[in-house]
Structure formats: C-alpha cells, structure tokens
C-alpha cells in the first residue's frame, strides 16, 4: 500500500485566495505524483461534494474531499496558507487545507487511514504541530502518524507536583486525619451513581471525513462532561453495528448525520438529539447538554418509519446463540416487512379500480396504448395497471431482502434475480422464499473466501453480483425451479378444495396467528400467507376466502379494545380509555396494532381474549364463503369483499366475544384483589378506577 502522503505532496506556501484555487493547486501536485489521473474531472468532483455541505471546519481547517474515478489511490494532499482561505466555517478562514482525495473502489486499509486522519484533526496538539513545522517531510510524517505531535507544556507536570517533605509530625497527624476521613466517609458515602450514557450515530455524505471527525469530537466533549458515550461511525469503510445490550442501556442517542441513518429503528423509544454532522463537530457539549435534558424531561422519540409494522428483524442484534431457526426467521421476517408496503400500495390501487370499473377491468387493453382522459374505465384501467406492476415486484422484493438480511446489500441482486425467475417460472411465493434463502447462503460462502487487497474493492460491484447471480439463476430455472413451481400449483389446488370443516379450521389458526402478536411476526406470517396467494394476475377462490379471513381477523383486536373501554370504563385507566377512541379508527382499518397499547399493560388478559374472538372471526369468514380481493383497507373496501354483510357480522361476533371475554377476565380480577368490595376510598366502590388500582393492573 503506498503512503497516504508524502513531501511532494505538502506546500507550506500556498498561496491561492479562494478554495477552488487551493483545491487545483494541490490537486495539480497529486497528477504530478501520479495519483490524479483527470485534473478537471476530479475537481469538478471536489466541487460537487462541496456544493453538498460546505468543508470548513472550527479552528482554521479546510477538508475538501470526494471520491473520484480519477483517482487511482487513496491520497492526502496539504496546504498551509498564510493568508487564510474561506471554506464555509463559522469562525472564519481556513490555515490549514487538507485535500483527500478517495477512489471509488477504496480498500478498507486506506479508508481506515483516513478516518484516523479525520479524528487527529480534532486534536490541537496535532493542528498546532502542523501549523509550526518548517520542512515538508515533518509534516508529511506527522499525517502518517510517523511522528508524534509534541504534548506541550504538560509533560512538566509531574515536577511540579512534587512537594517538600513533611515533618514527621505533621505526617502523623495527616495520616490520623486521613483514617478518621475514611472511616466517616465509610459511614456516610451515597451509593455510587451510574454515569449517564449516551449511544451516538455519525454519517455523512462521502464517509470519510466528517463522520469521524464528529464522532472525535463527540467523544472528547463527553469525556470532560463525565458522560459515557459510545459511537458508530458509519463511514465509506462500512460500520460496526453497535451491540443490542449497549443500546439498550443507553439513557440517550445523538444522531450526527446528513445521510440517512442506517437500521434507525434500532433506537427507537430513547430520548433522541438529531442533527447534521457539523453541529456534532462545532458543538459536541451542546449535543450531549441537550441530550442529557431530554432524557430528564422524559422526551421519548417517536419510533422510526415503518416501526409500526414492525422493522426488519435483521436490524436488531440477535440475542448470543440464537440457533438456526431464530436466525431463518429474522431472514424470512426481512423479507416480509420489505414486501408489505408493495402489497398495500398494489392491492388498494387494483381494489379501487375494481371498485370503478368492476371486475372485467382486469381485461382491459394497456393504457400507454389506448387512454381516454373523459372514460371513468380508462382511469380504472390505470389504476388496475399501476397497481399490477406494484404487485409484480413481492416475489423479488421478498427474495431480495431475505437474502439482504442474511449477507446485507451483497445478497440484494442474487436475491432479486431469483425472485424474478420465481416469477417468470411461476413458483410464485413458495419459489421467492427458496431464492431469498438461496441466494443469502451463496453471498455469504463466497464472503468466507480470503481475497488479495487488490480485488477487494471490486468485490461487491463485479464479483459478488456476478457470481451469486450465476448460481441462483442456473439453480433456480433448471434445478430446483420446476418442483417448487409444481409445489406451488399443488398448495393452490388444495386451497381451492378446501370446504365444510377443513376451510373453518384454517379459519382458526389464521385468526389465532393475526392475533397473537398484534402486528408481529406471528401475525406478520399470516399477512404474508394470505398476501401471496392474491398477488397473482389471477387469484383463486380460496386465496381470496383465506386474504379475507385474515383482514378480519386483524380488525378484531383493536375495535374489542375500543369497546371494551366503552362499556366498563371503570376498567382501564384514562390514558388508556383515550386509546380506546382511537382504536375504533385503527380497528376499522385493519390495524391490529391499535390493541397494543392495551396488550402492553395486561397481556394475560387482552391477548387470549383477542386471540379467541380473531379465532371466532376466522372460522365465520370462511364459513360464510367471504372473499377480498384487496390486502389491506378495513371497512373501507367493503364493496370489493364477497358477502359483505356476513363479512361484517363475523367481525362484529368476533369482536363481542373478545370484548365479553377480557371484560370478565378483568372483572374477576378485581374481585381477587384486596379491599375492592367497598372499602373506603375503593375505586371500584365509586365506580372508577383509582390511579393505584390502575398501577396495580399493570403490575398483575
């Protein structure tokens, strides 16, 4: 690997007056040494990423940077200017520039480098060691790290610490003293208090500078508040994900981005600062005396996008020694979680079109062909056709993020191109689940295979993609494609037969499974089931039965909740009386998630009680014949559902029971509990629940 940086490369004299100036100046001395292959290409890159985020930092640095196709190794080229040169700073003009210039297929080695560089300029015993050396070379070797910076002054300390001798005394009446000290501070000393902890995210656009040097930044300002403080540095070298456990016992997070946040989710529900990289750089001790208030004041950060449908699995750290299949289940839930918003989006546009311009829609000629703005039909055949291309994407989105979470973005392009033949060759759900494993398991046997430094930075671009996708394209079309495809048509046939007792007991299990876990993987798995047998041009009778069991099944948990609250009020809490209100909205909307609030609080008495009126509902819907041609809507797509009024009464019996049953589970509850028939003071005796009797719920 060659020197990041060398003499030539340093120009103690710079005397451009703008940063474009500096920028050519010292990319120039990078083409001269050979490192540069495109003068005007590269700093048109510099320029770009300037126009991102200006490169300025506090205290007299300038870092212009990027990376390049022009650039043929990893190099840092320095300027120190007397007369000073803006790049955007608060504080003013820069002395110091530091132009880092990254190829586009980096190594890990040379990024590593360059973080570290990155950090060392938040050390001023570093800047003020660079801004006094005379000669090239010493500066050269001072960004290598070949040089220590001088520690300054403080290496004096220690003598002066020094002090006279005492007399013996004195001594002795010291030593009595201390023992005395020791012996009350023995009898009076608090308890030690836990240091405040902080878990912070740094990321910018580049990954090479900004992000670390935030990260120095933050790290050095905790240090002086006595704050503990641990960061992920998500950077162009790729990141270490912070464990589980560290998380969890964090008080706060501070996230120092201008990029997206990757796997967010993981921190949701602490106190959260959120900012751009810089303010993480200029002030770390805000950021921390911000994060410390929130916490104080209890502000709990909403939880990331999607989190109500639950995050990938794969985002969050597994537990030590989860086995196998704790490991394939996260896989799979990857995969579902990616697919359901393609689902949703998909299936409410075909149920709408449906609902303008009836079922014979499906037949209609392609609109880039035949379109008429003033025809009702010609806007549901948009729809319908929108919708379709939607749907045409859960079979390779499912493969795609199952072998995602099993390698991470290596294992998205075999995924996605098994997913597609499973498609192409009709084998439909069952073939996208074996192409997202397969693929997964290619990924990463060929990431246990140790290659030269030289190739690593086309690993994932060229060599992983390439091979990967070879042996699941040949595994899929001529190996194991047609047995799962035959598979697939023999699970459709039997969904088909399925009649009297066996289509009620699937009704059942399918609504014990949507209600187990309100939006988990249980219920998550039934979605799933049903989704992918209606995600097909043409959806057969029992996939339709099985998609509306299971949508009203879903419905049961939050709208039993909401009347629950409704007729025993005295029951739950105030805050969870407001819930109540609004789980009739989320209820009615398939939300099953409205229930959890209430589930959180008592689960052994609102989840068996959910799961038998889901089970009620189940077996109702498919033994009413119901069908639904869309995924997702509630009440709200009542005209596309096959017997829509016994639809709603099995929802509405399943809901009864479920009310019926966690409103007698509750009652009993009270009855068992000390002093709840009439003593003084009792809530239950004034007909609403005390807040002590509320707290006492929670607990049992």
């Known amino acids: 690997m060659s020197e990041l940086i060398t003499a030539d490369l340093v120009d103690l004299d710079l005397s451009a007056d703008t940063k474009e100036a500096a920028a050519r100046s010292l ?109 090239p070379e010493r500066v050269a070797a001072l960004i290598r790290g070949d040089e220590p910076a001088t520690a300054g002054p403080a290496a004096a300390e220690p003598a002066a610490a020094e002090a006279a001798p005492a007399e013996p005394a004195a001594a002795e009446s010291a030593a009595s003293d201390s023992v005395a000290a020791s012996a009350a501070a023995s009898q009076t000393a608090p308890e030690p208090v836990a240091p405040f902890r902080i878990v912070a995210v740094t990321s910018c656009p580049t990954g090479i500078a900004h992000t670390y040097m935030a990260a120095e930044s933050l790290e050095n300002a905790a240090r002086e508040a006595g704050v503990e403080l641990v960061v992920e540095t998500q950077g162009s070298a790729g990141f270490d994900k912070l464990p589980a456990a560290t998380i969890a016992a964090a008080d706060a997070v501070v996230f120092a981005h201008d990029v997206e946040v990757r796997e967010k989710a993981r921190f949701a529900g602490k106190p959260t600062v959120d900012v751009g990289v810089k303010a993480a750089i200029n002030r770390p001790a805000e950021l921390i005396a911000e994060a410390r208030g929130k916490a104080a004041r209890g502000e709990i950060a909403a939880p990331a996008d999607g989190a109500a449908e639950g995050s990938a699995p794969m985002d969050a750290d597994g537990a030590a020694g989860d086995g196998f299949g704790a490991r ?37 000629k392609s609109v880039a062909d035949h379109f008429v703005w003033t025809e009702t039909s010609s806007w549901a055949a948009l729809l319908f056709q929108i919708g379709g291309a939607a749907f045409t994407f859960l079979v390779p989105v499912l493969a795609g993020y199952i072998a995602y979470g099993m390698a991470d973005r290596p294992g998205l392009v075999p995924g996605f191109v098994g997913g597609y033949i499973a498609t192409t060759i009709k084998a439909g759900f069952l073939g996208g689940l074996v192409a997202g494993l397969i693929a997964g398991a290619v990924v990463m046997a ?12 086309i690993m994932p671009v060229v060599v992983i993609p390439l091979i990967s996708s070879a042996i699941v394209g040949v595994l899929m079309f001529v190996v194991i494609g047609k047995p799962i495809a035959s598979a697939q ?26 209600c187990f876990d309100l939006g988990g993987p249980v219920n998550k798995v039934a979605y799933a089931f049903a989704t992918g047998g209606i995600a097909v041009s043409d959806p057969s009778t029992g996939s339709l039965k099985i998609m509306a069991a299971v949508m009203a099944a879903g419905m049961v948990p939050p709208l039993a909740m909401a009347l629950a609250t409704t007729v025993r009020g005295r029951l739950f809490t105030k805050t969870e009386r407001e819930n109540g209100k609004a789980a009739w909205v989320l209820g009615a909307s398939f939300i099953s998630e ?35 041609r869309a995924p997702h809507g509630g009440i709200f797509v009542i005209p596309l559902i096959g ?15 479920s ?16 002093g709840a028939t009439g003593q003084a003071g009792g809530g239950a005796a004034t007909g609403g629940a005390t807040e002590d009797e509320s707290k006492v719920a929670v607990a049992v």
Not at 74 to 84: H, I, M, N, V
């Open 27 to 135: 990319a120039e001395r990078m083409v001269e040494a050979g490192r540069v292959t495109d003068l005007d290409g590269f700093l048109a890159d510099v320029a770009a990423r300037e126009e991102q985020m200006p490169t300025g930092l506090d205290g007299g640095i300038g870092i212009p940077h990027c990376r390049s196709a022009h650039v043929t190794e990893p190099t840092l080229a320095f300027g120190r200017s007397a007369a000073r040169i803006d790049f955007g700073a608060a504080d003013g003009p820069a002395d110091l520039v530091f132009l880092i210039a990254a190829p586009e297929g980096a190594d890990s080695d040379h990024l590593t480098i360059l973080s570290s560089l990155a950090r060392q300029l938040m050390n001023t015993d570093f800047t003020d060691a660079l801004r006094s050396a005379d000669q």
């Open 328 to 364: 394939l289940r996260k896989w799979l839930m990857t995969g579902v979680s990616y697919m359901v918003p393609f689902v949703a989006a998909g299936g409410l546009l075909i149920a709408l079109a449906f609902a303008i311009g009836g079922y014979e829609i499906a037949s209609a």
């Open 489 to 514: 048509e023999a699970m459709t046939d039997w969904l088909n037969g399925l009649s009297g007792a066996n289509a009620i007991g699937l009704g059942v299990l399918l609504g014990l499974m949507m």
């Open 659 to 674: 009310t019926g049953l966690v409103v007698f589970l509750k009652e009993l509850r009270k009855t068992a509990e000390p």
């Open 594 to 628: 409205g229930a959890i609030p209430f589930a959180a609080a008592d689960p052994l008495r609102v989840i068996p009680s959910s799961m038998v009126g889901g089970a009620v509902t189940g077996a109702l819907s498919m033994a009413f014949d119901c069908t639904l």
């Open 643 to 657: 017997q829509p009024f016994l639809y709603l009464l099995a929802i509405v019996a399943g809901t009864v029971v």
């Open 446 to 457: 060929i990431q246990r295979f140790k290659v030269p430094a030289s190739l690593r930075g």
